[in-house]
């Protein structure tokens, strides 16, 4: 298999004495380069002291729907001066989540298109979340209004992340340009299939998504970027690919989403 870029996880959020064994199991299941992703300020502040001080670890920084209490001068300015950061590949967790009430959709509205606006004068691609009231399949209240936002200020790369959805909803979101991720669900929602087998070569990247999932009891079965590999298999059966080409697909796209910061990116890689 190729080396594997695994595009969005939170794996900063493990116990600091794991990060180095996670690594590790990543690294001997080629997984190369893990994007770990900023939930809110202090969080995505974390995410950037994990990827100092490991060189296989990059950030992404925001503010995650459901974590927002506000969304004014202050998160502005500290997103803005973390973005210049060298280990910061982009913008993320952003988006709308509509699951439940627990946040304010304007608030969310406003919090998602402030942080695109962030991207864009930064030139970081966007890995995004939106998920719809009662984690609804083929839902439109979010995704109608998500797909909106992109379309009017979206000017860098997009990624849907941990795919959910009818092909209809993937369909708008490729043709405008943005890619989607595809996670463990592939593996076995039985609706993602379609989505899967006629998904373009050049718009899909793979992620797991990995956090400390405390609700499991046994720690080995926590989802980790050693994953990936069981996502590409999946892809590759479902697309009757082999599992090089997949896994070379997979990380091409990842390289042109994150293609401001291709050399520092391609040292790790073919190292
Ligand atoms: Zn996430």
Redesign the pocket.
């Known amino acids: 298999m190729n080396a594997l870029i695994d595009c969005?996880t939170?794996i900063h959020q493990y116990n600091e004495n794991e990060h180095k064994e996670i690594i590790k199991r990543a690294l001997s299941a080629k997984v190369k380069i893990i994007v770990s992703?900023g939930t809110n300020i202090n969080d995505s502040k974390k995410a950037l002291l994990v990827s100092e001080r490991n060189e296989n670890v990059f950030a992404g920084i925001g503010i995650h729907p459901t974590e927002l209490k506000k969304f004014e001068k202050d998160e502005l300015n500290n997103l803005t001066k973390f973005s210049n950061h060298n280990k910061v590949i982009c913008i993320s967790?952003i988006g709308l989540d509509f699951q439940n009430d627990k946040t304010d959709k304007n608030l969310q509205i406003k919090a998602f298109i402030s942080q695109i606006d962030i991207a864009n004068k930064n030139n970081l691609p966007v890995i995004f979340?939106i998920r719809e009231k009662n984690d609804s399949f083929d839902g439109w209240d979010a995704r109608k209004i998500g797909i909106e936002i992109l379309k009017e200020n979206l000017m860098v790369k997009g990624v849907a992340?941990?795919f959910q959805g009818d092909w209809k909803y993937a369909k708008k979101l490729i043709d405008l340009g943005i890619y989607i991720s595809f996670a463990k669900p592939i593996i076995r929602i039985k609706e993602l299939e379609e989505i899967v087998k006629k998904i373009p070569n050049d718009m899909f990247v793979v992620e797991t998504?990995s956090y400390p999932q405390t609700f499991k009891k046994n720690r080995n079965k926590w989802t980790e970027p050693y994953h990936l590999q069981q996502i590409i298999k999946r892809i590759s059966q479902l697309r009757k690919t082999n599992i090089e080409k997949i896994s070379e697909s997979s990380r091409r796209n990842s390289m042109e989403i994150f293609n401001n910061h291709k050399n520092q990116l391609e040292k790790i890689l073919y190292k």
Do not use: I, Q, T, V
């Open positions: 969005h939170h992703a967790e979340h992340h941990y998504d």
